[in-house]
């Protein structure tokens, strides 16, 4: 891999930085770079364990969803 120099902001193709954990447990899971470095084994290993924290994240109500409920009814 090459060094990287230069002007990030002056870059033609500039990398975006994830929104959302859902969308960089995507990017990992596909990333080249990841596997060349740590192994198939390893990135599925953390892409599982985020698959986990994802699912646990999303059945959660939070404190701000609870009092926009109890404000509707």
Known sequence: ???CT???HDAPDPVS???????A??????????????GP???EHY????EIELAVVEGQVT???????FDRA
Do not use: Q, W
């Open 1 to 3: 891999m090459d060094r």
């Open 6 to 8: 230069g002007d990030a």
């Open 17 to 23: 930085v994830p929104h959302s954990l859902d969308e």
């Open 25 to 38: 447990l995507n990017g990992f899971a596909e990333s080249g770079i990841a596997e060349g470095t740590f």
């Open 41 to 43: 084994s390893v990135v």
């Open 47 to 50: 892409v599982h364990a985020g």
């Open 63 to 69: 404190d701000v969803e609870l009092r926009r409920g």
